[in-house]
Each structure stands twice: as structure tokens, then as C-alpha cells.
């Protein structure tokens, strides 16, 4: 048994009428459990690419397997039951209730009403939404609050892979960093497969273990977020991602020059640490390397001082 949850092999998809295909010839492997990113600009073909893994697209050529079945060989409301979908408009029914929406997948799977029940207050609580919204309609929720209904529903069925197209990209920034920071939090404890496409660089880098960068329906570069900033393939990948300027900026700042002072609270034992008299480049490497979600500062004198999280590093510098 291969441990890759999806691989593409030579797709391509092309629409009627198109010029050129906008998907190219593509092949991906994406291992199971791994959270990867797709990062591209408008129209390079990201949506397609996911749309043809649950067959809303079907490729007019190659295949797509997964967990070593091409999909076209299972029925397509099986293969839909077992990959989440989850996109920016959240789409849930309007006149379901909350608790109604999430129960969409086990209704039609025919879950008895106590197992559903159980489903849908285990998933609320998941993604920190109260009991008492259960009874509530989407349009008495933020818009936050209804993308953490959608990721609800989408994990309904419990399935392996999930499959996300910009779920945040409608959302303000501050409660865009909630929904990533819980979202990679669930999606570490429960070992879910994810592909996630997104326009944010910085969303891509934080969220992805591995990272798809595209252009124009080709893959430019696949590798951790890293190892893509550090060394892009192309010029393209190192423009989309603003490399150079990025990797020259932080270099010359301090960690001590973008921190925010760290007042009484308690730091975990696994936050890693940083000492004030460091560049940025270095705490760049810090939070991606060790996938935390902030690193804090240190004095000489060991003394706990700041905190610093990927946003700080203002990676939208100069853009
Ligand atoms: N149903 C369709 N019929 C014809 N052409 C399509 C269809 N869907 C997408 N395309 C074309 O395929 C290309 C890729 O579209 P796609 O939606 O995959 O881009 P994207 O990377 O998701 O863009 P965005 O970031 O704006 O969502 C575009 O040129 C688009 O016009
Ligand atoms: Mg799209």
C-alpha cells in the first residue's frame, strides 16, 4: 500500500472552446496526512485542479488516484462522502439550521439520530463554535462563525481528504488568523490529508507543510515553504513570493526591532526561542522549520521579553 492519499498523474484538463488547457499535464503525489498549499495567481488553474479530485471537473486527459483507486472507478457520490469540500462562499443552506447543515452528510449516509447527534456536538465543539448556535440559521452567524459551520459539515463523514478553496479568503484579518491557527491545529490531531488553495502567500507558508506553487496550468515549484523561499526554482516563484526583497529585508531587521512586548502571560515549554539580537531571517526559519505558531524573544540575561509570530514579520512588506 502506497502511503500517498491522492496522486495525479499527467492531467491535464482542457474546456471546450479554450485556447490552451488549463490544467497542463500535471503529476502530484500528496502523502497522507500532509497539509499542502496552492499557491497561484488568478486563473493559473487551482480551483480546477482541486474540482477534479471529487470529479465537479472531470480531466480530458490522464488520471487521478486515491489511496491507490482511480477515482473514476468508484461512484461519484461515493467519492464525494469520503473528500470534504469546503470553498470562500461557505454555501451552507440557508434555510437548514446549523445543526441540520453539519447533519448533511450523515443524513444521507443514514446515521441513526443518536450517532448524528453525537457527530455534530463533537464537530461544534471541534471548531469551537457553543451548543447553543446549534439551533440558529447561517444568516444569524458571522461570517467567520458560518466558515467554522462549513468546515463542520465538510469533516461530517469523517473524511480522509479534504479538499479547501480559498475557505478564508472572505474573512478579516484577525479572524482569518483564528480559523487558520484552529483549522492547522485540527487538522494535526486528526491526521486529515488537506489541499488547500489559497491567493495570501503568508497563508500558504504558515498553513502548508509542502506548498504548490502555480502558474498559467503548470506547476512551478512543489516543496516545503522553506525550501521555496530559500531557494525558488524560478523567477516567477521568486516574484510571486517575493523572495529576494523578503530574504534582503529580513536579514537587516532584529528580532527585538518587530516584537510585541510580552506581558504576564505563561509561554508553553514548546514555543521555541529566540534571542533579541537575532535577524528576522533566522526566526523565519524558526517558525517554519519547527511549525510553531509564534517564537518568543529573549534578552541576554535569558530573560523572556517578546513574542513574535509570522505576521509580524510583515512578509507583505514593501508590496
Ligand atoms: N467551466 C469553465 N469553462 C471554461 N473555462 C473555465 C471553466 N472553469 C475555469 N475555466 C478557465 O480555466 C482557467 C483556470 O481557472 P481556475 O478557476 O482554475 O483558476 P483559479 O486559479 O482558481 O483562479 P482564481 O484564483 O481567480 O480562483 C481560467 O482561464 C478559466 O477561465
Ligand atoms: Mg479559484
Not at 114 to 131: C, F, G, N, Q, S
Not at 157 to 170: K, R, S, T, V
Not at 185 to 199: A, N, P
Not at 219 to 243: C, E, G, K
Amino acid at each position: 500500500m502506497s502511503n500517498e492519499a491522492i496522486i495525479f498523474k499527467q492531467v491535464s484538463k482542457t474546456f471546450p472552446k479554450a485556447g490552451k488547457p488549463s490544467v497542463n499535464e500535471t503529476s502530484l503525489n500528496i502523502p497522507q496526512g500532509s497539509f499542502v498549499t496552492i499557491l497561484g495567481a488568478s486563473g493559473c488553474g487551482k480551483t480546477t485542479l482541486l474540482k477534479m479530485v471529487n470529479r465537479i471537473i472531470e480531466p480530458t486527459a490522464g488520471t487521478i488516484s486515491i489511496f491507490g483507486k482511480d477515482i473514476r472507478s468508484m461512484p461519484v457520490t461515493e467519492l464525494r462522502q469520503s473528500i470534504g469540500y469546503v470553498i470562500q462562499q461557505v454555501g451552507l443552506f440557508p434555510h437548514l439550521t446549523i445543526e441540520q447543515n453539519i447533519a448533511t452528510v450523515p443524513d444521507i449516509l443514514g446515521w441513526e439520530r443518536k450517532k448524528t447527534a453525537e457527530r455534530i456536538d463533537y464537530l461544534m465543539d471541534l471548531v469551537h463554535l457553543p451548543e447553543n448556535y446549534k439551533k440558529l440559521y447561517p444568516r444569524q452567524l458571522s461570517g467567520g462563525q458560518q466558515q467554522r459551520v462549513g468546515i463542520a459539515r465538510a469533516m461530517a463523514g469523517d473524511p480522509a481528504i479534504l479538499l479547501m478553496d480559498e475557505p478564508f479568503g472572505a474573512i478579516d484579518a484577525i479572524t482569518r488568523t483564528k480559523l487558520q491557527d484552529d483549522f492547522k491545529q485540527i487538522q494535526r490531531e486528526l491526521g486529515k490529508t488537506v489541499l488547500f488553495v489559497t491567493h495570501d502567500v503568508e497563508e500558504a507558508m504558515k498553513l502548508g507543510d509542502r506548498m504548490i506553487v502555480m502558474n498559467e496550468g503548470t506547476i512551478q515549484q512543489y516543496d516545503t515553504p522553506l525550501a521555496i523561499m530559500s531557494n525558488p526554482s524560478n523567477s516567477f516563484v521568486s516574484r510571486l513570493i517575493q523572495a529576494d526583497d523578503l530574504f534582503q529585508q529580513l536579514h537587516l531587521i532584529r528580532a527585538e526591532e518587530r516584537m510585541i512586548a510580552l506581558t504576564d502571560e505563561a509561554v508553553a515549554d514548546d514555543i521555541p526561542r529566540v534571542k533579541a539580537s537575532e535577524s528576522l531571517k533566522s526566526v523565519l526559519q524558526t517558525l517554519l522549520q519547527q511549525n510553531a505558531p509564534y517564537v518568543v524573544v529573549e534578552n541576554d540575561k535569558q530573560e523572556l521579553i517578546g513574542r513574535l509570530t509570522l505576521q509580524q514579520l510583515k512578509l507583505q512588506n514593501g508590496r
